[in-house]
């Protein structure tokens, strides 16, 4: 029977799982979840946190779209592509939800409006076009590498967060919208394992994904303080700051 210090790509995406997890132990996020847990989340809080998610998840077709550019089916065989495929739609599947349910509680009357709505911005001098532009980046590496980068990094770090909503939120319909998109994250990092340990087979890849992962992995971070702040109605954060810690008023 092989090790996993045989097979290259296994031992790389246990080591990426295990920083990301470590990460995501504890992430900005969890001010948010104290602040809904202790009754201070008003309607107007819930309405920044999903439209700031909302945002994010249509901006991931700019994404996809320049990656999708980049799979070469004569060097990985159809699955690849296919899961590809999966991961672009539930991520289309997720922006919808996210967008229903501001649209359900009357938030914006309609999705032309969402669009215009000052919450739902999207800004190319911020966290959030930072961790953007830090993923378009990777249409300049094969989808390995991108994958790694990923669904090893910042997916795990999403994952983490969104068990702690589906399982802890108060409210009842976003408990629900977070817990029915845990099956397609945690498939996500699934698939990142699958293909690191089949396609990640020469060192010089290992070395970009570990560079790569760390990357994103930050800039995901950043993502989330901003998005603590703006849902929280904090200062922007001054220079040093990193973490939002969950105790804040």
């Known amino acids: 029977m092989n090790s996993i210090s045989d097979k290259p790509g296994a031992a790389l995406a246990e080591q990426l799982l295990k920083q990301s997890e ?3 132990a504890a992430t900005p996020m969890d001010a948010v979840l104290a602040a809904a847990r202790a009754g201070r989340f008003t309607d107007d809080r819930s309405f920044r946190l999903l439209a700031r998610l909302w945002t994010l998840k249509r901006i991931m077709y700019y994404v ?5 550019q980049g799979i070469n ?7 690849v592509a296919y899961l590809f495929g999966k991961q672009t739609h539930d991520e289309s599947t997720q922006e919808m939800q996210l967008c ?3 649209l359900r509680r009357g938030w914006a009357p309609t999705q032309k409006k969402l669009f215009a709505h000052p919450y739902a911005q999207f800004g190319t001098a911020t966290r959030t076009g930072s961790y953007i532009f830090c993923l378009r980046a990777l249409a300049n590496y094969p989808q390995n590498i991108r994958i790694a980068a990923h669904n090893l990094g910042p997916k795990v770090i999403e994952l983490a967060w969104t068990e702690k909503f589906a399982a802890l939120l108060p409210d009842e319909a976003m408990h629900a919208l977070f817990h029915s998109q845990l099956a397609e994250t945690r498939s996500h990092v699934l698939m990142g394992r699958f293909q690191v340990e089949k396609f990640v087979t020469k060192e010089v890849d290992a070395e970009l994904a570990r560079r790569l992962c760390a990357e994103t992995r930050r800039d995901y971070l950043f993502f989330l303080e901003e998005t603590a702040r703006f849902v929280l109605g904090l200062e922007e954060e001054k220079a040093g700051e990193v ?3 969950a105790d804040i008023d």
Do not use: F, K, S
């Open 243 to 245: 973490t939002v810690q």
């Open 22 to 24: 470590a990460d995501a």
């Open 100 to 102: 229903d349910e501001i």
């Open 73 to 79: 089916l004569n060097e990985y065989p159809p699955a």
């Open 64 to 68: 996809y779209g320049g990656w999708a």
